[in-house]
Structure formats: C-alpha cells, structure tokens
C-alpha cells in the first residue's frame, strides 16, 4: 500500500464513519498535510471518488440525483468535486446510458482506452485549488463532507441500464423523431418567453398536439409491426422546493396525459415517472415547460396583488401554484381524451375501425405494469390546503391561461 492511500485510509477512519462531525477536522487535516505531496493525495481521493459514485449507481442513483442532493445539503465547493468525480468515473465508459451525464473531465485530456488517460490526476488537487481559490485544508474538508453524503445514501429503485451493462441494455429507445422534437422546443420555448396568455395558449396548444399525434403513431406503428418492440422505461424528474407539493401535482398530471406514472419521492426531491422514451421526453418537455409558464404568472399576479394593497407572503404562492397544478391537470386530462376521440374519428371517416385504441391500451397496461412492479407499495400523501382565496382563483385562472390542445371547455370553479 502506497504512503498516499495509507494516508487517505486513516483519514477516512477519522472522518467518514463517526456519527458526529468531530472526526472531520482530523481528517481533513491528515489530507491537507500528507508527506510526499498534495497531488498523490489528490489522485488516490479522485480514485476513491470513483469508487464511491460507482457505489451509488449500483444502489440505484443517478448522476442526476446525486447532484441534486449535494447542491440541497452541501455548497457549490462540493458540487464542482461531485461532478468532478461522476466525470473522472464517466470516462471508464465506450458509451454511457440515456440521460447520464455531460460532466467532463477538464483537469486531464480524456483518453481512448476503457481506463481513459489518467497522466493528469496527480494535478488534479493542486488545479482544483487552483480552480476554486482554496487552500488544502478547505478542500479536503469539501472532499470528506462529498464522500460521506455517497457513503450513506440507501438503496432506491434503478431506472435504467448502468455504464458498463451489455449493449443490449444500452440500446436505443425509440424518441421522438428530431425535426419534430425541435419543433415542440420551439413552441414551449415561445410560449415561455411570451407575456400574452393568449399567445402562449395557443403555443402550447400546438406543441401538445404535436406530442399526442406522436404518442399515437408510434403505437400504431409498434402493434403492425413496424418498428423494433419497445418496453416501458422510467426516468426521475427533480421536484424540489419551494411549494414541492404543487409542483408534484403538476407534474403527475402532465405524466398521466401522456400515458406515464409518476410516483413522488419527498425526501430526495424527486418523481419517478414510469412509461416509454418518447411518452417520457414529452413529459419531460411539457412540464419544464408549464412550471415556467405558471411561476411566471404566479409573479405577475403577486405583483398585481401588492400593487392593488394587498401584501402578499407565502401562502398566496403556495395556493396559487397548487390552483394550477390542480386545474391544470383536469385540464390535461380533457386534452389527452379529447385528441384520442378525434384520432379515432378520422379513421372511421376513412372507412376502417380504431385500430390506434387497442394499441394504446397495450401500451398502458404495460406503463401500469412496470409501475407497480418498480414500486409495490405506494402510499398517498396529504396536501397543504390552499388557504389564500386570492392566490387559488388567480392560479385557476393562469391554468385556463396555459391551454394545452383540445377544445376549449369551461370547468366548474373551486
């Protein structure tokens, strides 16, 4: 064993494993002094930060969700190594499963072998403090505090494949065809940017329409043997505060019109949504989208509320977010029967039977199945009420504002 990992171990066993913080500033401060030089130190950390990451995807995580978590507990210093290490682990990898990561190693030119070009990481220590404007002590600091977070995170529910798996696993899934996904970025980046509900209604109107249309061909397609079979995947979606319970509702309702399961995880702050690749992409899009849209008019109505008299807190956000995401999941639903009944009626015009109905009902029933495979026991969670009268009817009003496909129906006020 090398003076470096003799050094790192016992720093460990002083800092990563205790209950308390009181181990921590030992640790750190047998990192910070190790003898032979702060680069071997820093090459054996990166490589225990390699380590410890690739624990966590075989326990279920993501590049994504780890991420998230350190920016909700730790601070930006422990961001940057996070990502530093997801980067240093990445490049073991030909090629990386969907949705995994663009971090990049930039301490060291990445190489073409499976271990990848690993020259630069004995600088990598010194070009992080460097980088950062730290002095050792700070970093290591940073470092442990990164290694514990990993170290106690549970085992959750995988989403995918893993770098590394058999390329059957890392295979294509079928997304939506790139001219009309560019088409449905456009439409919802309009739609955002507007400050016109009219305009906006009618840009995301469209892009919901685009999504459905595909939903449906792509089934069709599937059932008459067209196209390669498909299974249902999943993929987590952060759900974070402020006023995460609306924006889990929200985000339920854009799953569900479009033939996907969400279940919500509170405590890391996101939602499993369960269905197929192209389904999951429009999910994805649609309420990136709509969450803008409504904190957007959620700031204009607070503006108008404070410039009428009326001091707005907390409450008024809360119970304006949660109005939408209520209304507008009604509203979703409408959309989603509404675009499936005129499919239907175009192909009796045309003299044949609803083929597409059958072919939608496979693909829900397979969604459903996966869901309850991957979660077996669910529970419902209480929500807050709504208690500021102003902040509901002006959030009810904002989701008849972000009109999403369908006719035009009046609901019933709350």
């Not at 990049?104 to 990445?110: G, Q, S």
């Not at 016109?196 to 397609?221: I, W």
Request: hydrophobic share 45%.
């Amino acid at each position: 064993m090398s003076e470096f990992a003799e050094t790192v171990d016992r720093a460990f066993a002083a800092a990563l494993y205790a209950q308390d913080d009181a181990g921590l500033d030992t640790g750190a401060s047998l990192l910070a002094a190790a003898p032979g030089g702060w680069g071997g130190t820093g090459q054996e950390l990166l490589a225990r930060g390699e380590a410890y990451v690739r624990q966590a995807w075989e326990r279920g995580w993501r590049p994504a969700d780890v991420l998230r978590l350190v920016r909700r507990d730790l601070e930006d210093l422990h961001l940057g190594i996070t990502a530093d290490m997801i980067a240093a682990e990445a490049r073991r990898y030909a090629r990386l499963p969907e949705r995994w990561t663009d971090a990049e190693v930039w301490w060291a030119r990445p190489g073409t072998g499976p271990e990848g070009d690993r020259d630069g990481d004995a600088g990598y220590a010194e070009q992080l403090a460097r980088r950062a404007k730290a002095d050792r002590f700070t970093l290591a600091t940073a470092v442990l505090e990164v290694f514990r977070l990993l170290i106690r995170l549970p085992s959750i529910e995988p989403v995918g494949p893993l770098p590394g798996d058999p390329v059957d696993a890392l295979a294509e899934h079928a997304h939506i065809e790139p001219r009309m996904l560019g088409r449905i970025r456009a439409l919802l980046a309009k739609a955002e940017a507007t400050t016109f509900p009219e305009e906006a209604e009618a840009l995301s109107a469209k892009a919901q329409e685009l999504m459905a249309r595909h939903t449906v061909d792509e089934a069709l397609l599937a059932v008459r043997g067209g196209a390669p079979a498909q299974v249902p995947g999943a993929c987590r979606i952060g759900v974070e505060p402020p006023y995460e319970e609306a924006k889990a509702v929200l985000l339920d309702a854009v799953a569900g019109a479009n033939r996907c399961r969400a279940v919500w995880n509170s405590g890391f702050e996101f939602s499993t949504v369960v269905g197929f690749e192209s389904d999951l992409e429009a999910v994805e899009l649609l309420y990136t989208s709509l969450l803008v849209q409504g904190t957007a008019a959620m700031t204009r109505a607070e503006a108008a509320q404070r410039a009428g008299g009326r001091k707005r807190t907390k409450t008024f956000r809360q119970s304006f977010l949660l109005a939408y995401a209520s209304r507008l999941g009604r509203r979703l639903a409408e959309t989603a029967e509404h675009a499936t009944a005129e499919h239907a009626a175009g192909e009796r015009a045309a003299g044949g039977a609803p083929a597409h109905l059958p072919a939608l009902v496979a693909r829900d029933v397979a969604v459903t199945s996966r869901a309850d495979e991957m979660f077996p026991r669910t529970t419902t969670t209480r929500l807050r009420g709504a208690t500021d009268h102003a902040g509901w009817e002006d959030g009810t009003a904002a989701a008849d504002a972000a009109h999403v496909g369908g006719r035009r129906r009046p609901l019933p006020k709350r």
